[in-house]
T-cell receptor, first 111, second 115 residues
Framework: QQQVKQSPQSLIVQKGGISIINCAYENTAFDYFPWYQQFPGKGPALLIAIRPDVSEKKEGRFTISFNKSAKQFSLHIMDSQPGDSATYFCAASRGTYKYIFGTGTRLKVLA | DAGVIQSPRHEVTEMGQEVTLRCKPISGHNSLFWYRQTMMRGLELLIYFNNNVPIDDSGMPEDRFSAKMPNASFSTLKIQPSEPRDSAVYFC?????????????FGPGTRLTVL
């Protein structure tokens, strides 16, 4: 019940396309859902986060869609660019420091 | 701000040796985390400090691992003796608060290889 399942494991998208990464969770007590972006040789960095009281949050080309009833949330990257090529992790928290991370999605955007 | 600083960036050691990883959190942050990242297990929280006090060490794999935070600006993660299965990237992160709404800022990591 503590798991966060992330898919796909890897994703290849053409420049200008939409990248979609999905996550699912079981524990309804989770109340904070961040997405982290990690470039090779770097630590993860917070990209965008959402709480379950909203169904969507947008920051620039990045959007989180949240479906509370389905216990799913997804990251959409619009107009994907080669510079977006990185590994993306979803995570969930029960209002505490303890993040449960997904297994990661390696995104490659082709020029 | 320089962000979270970790040293060394890379460490290669032989099985049985002691390994010490170092972390300097962002100034003013009161929470510090040590994570381990592997292909098999992903990102795992090892230990969490709040105001220099270890609060949750339930993720520490076994007694060979120990962590200290002698002051607000320095923490160490020690593995003694090291084993090949400890090979991973170890991240230190810090945050301003302890709830899930506070961003955790990660350092660049230490890539540990135990031969």
């Amino acid at each position: 019940q503590q798991q966060v399942k992330q898919s796909p494991q890897s994703l290849i998208v053409q420049k200008g396309g939409i990248s979609i990464i999905n996550c699912a969770y079981e524990n309804t007590a989770f109340d904070y859902f961040p997405w982290y972006q990690q470039f090779p040789g770097k630590g993860p960095a917070l990209l965008i986060a959402i709480r379950p009281d909203v169904s969507e949050k947008k920051e620039g080309r990045f959007t989180i869609s949240f479906n509370k009833s389905a216990k799913q949330f997804s990251l959409h990257i619009m107009d994907s660019q080669p510079g977006d090529s990185a590994t993306y992790f979803c995570a969930a928290s029960r209002g505490t420091y303890k993040y449960i991370f997904g297994t990661g999605t390696r995104l490659k955007v082709l020029a | 701000d320089a962000g979270v600083i970790q040293s060394p960036r890379h460490e290669v050691t032989e099985m049985g040796q002691e390994v010490t990883l170092r972390c300097k959190p962002i100034s003013g942050h009161n929470s510090l985390f040590w994570y381990r990242q592997t292909m098999m297990r992903g990102l795992e929280l090892l230990i969490y400090f709040n105001n220099n006090v270890p609060i949750d060490d339930s993720g520490m794999p076994e007694d060979r691992f120990s962590a200290k935070m002698p002051n607000a600006s320095f923490s160490t993660l020690k593995i003694q003796p090291s084993e090949p299965r400890d090979s991973a990237v170890y991240f230190c992160a810090s945050s301003l608060g302890t709830s899930g709404g506070y961003e955790q800022f990660f350092g660049p990591g230490t890539r540990l290889t135990v031969l």
